[in-house]
């Protein structure tokens, strides 16, 4: 008996906003925090909320500096986010192909 | 930290569709292929003065029907190594100073650093062939082989490496068609004895191709594009 994908999504990184950081964060070296606000389309307090999310399960780092006079913060991927993003985008096909193939239990 | 509901959030093929979209869109945003390409063609038709600038004769050996001399430009073995360089220099600059401004880091350092180790091995191996010229009577082989190891040669490989960096399919076979450029001896009939002349329409050639294609990203790459 073959565990069914949908059960080792992890909570943390299967959500929407949450990918997008961990999609964004992964393609670039590092990215801005007003980048990230926009590209997502989300406030700065809900984006800030589930940054904490993600730096609290070890997935991001969070630098804050200048830019001249500009506060700044970059959210770079670590290497344990590297890992769940690859794991989640790995399950979310598989979870695909087996809804396509007829799977009653994912659909 | 694990579900056991099949569908704890987002619809699957959504959040994949989603997370591939924002994938390109972060990708468009680091793009500036135009620069690079620029800054190289313009390497390259700055290099015509240093070919002009004089030559000097090596060794000769003597062939049916005459002599066949090695020939080369002191002051081309100088220029390309530091133009390279500095050219490489003031892209890495260029990215870092735009991932800044936008927001966006760009993994750049793996295109400099190939570019300057290409155009500083690719010197010393041309300086080498001066010194220990390969065998006579194999023209088309070491006409090839002169270019493999040509400061364009070096600019050639090191797109390819940016091609990958940026991801970017039409840059790798822009990088793929330079290549091809620079190794095929294109010739449009032109005799050229005179030697100060000799590598002029190589480097018109090579800047051309690489002006054309960075006018051809540029307009491609236009933020009003990605908008859309």
Known sequence: ?107 | MTSGAAYPGDDPRQLLSSARELASRVRQTQRATWLPLLVLAAVTFAAIPAYHAGHHVGSCVSVRGGRICISYYPAAFVYWPIALVLAYTAIAAFYIRRSRARGVGTRVRPYVTAGIVLALVMSGVSLAAVHHPPPYGQGLQVAVLARLISPASAIGLALLVLARTERSRALVVLALAYLVVVLVPVSFGWVIDEPAWFFVPRQVIDGSVLLLASIGFALAQRPWRQAA
């Open chain 1, 1 to 107: 008996m073959t565990t069914h994908p949908a059960n080792g999504l992890d909570d943390v990184v299967h959500q929407r906003v949450r990918l997008g950081i961990l999609t964004v964060a992964h393609e670039a070296v590092r990215v801005e925090f007003s980048y990230l606000k926009d590209a997502l389309g989300l406030t700065a307090g809900n984006l800030s909320q589930h940054l904490g999310v993600l730096e609290n399960a070890g997935l991001v780092s969070i630098e804050k500096g200048y830019a001249g006079k500009r506060a700044r913060t970059w959210i770079s991927l670590t290497r344990a986010g590297r890992a769940a993003l690859a794991e989640e985008i790995a399950r979310l096909k598989l979870l695909i192909s087996r809804v396509e193939q007829g799977d009653g239990a994912a659909g």
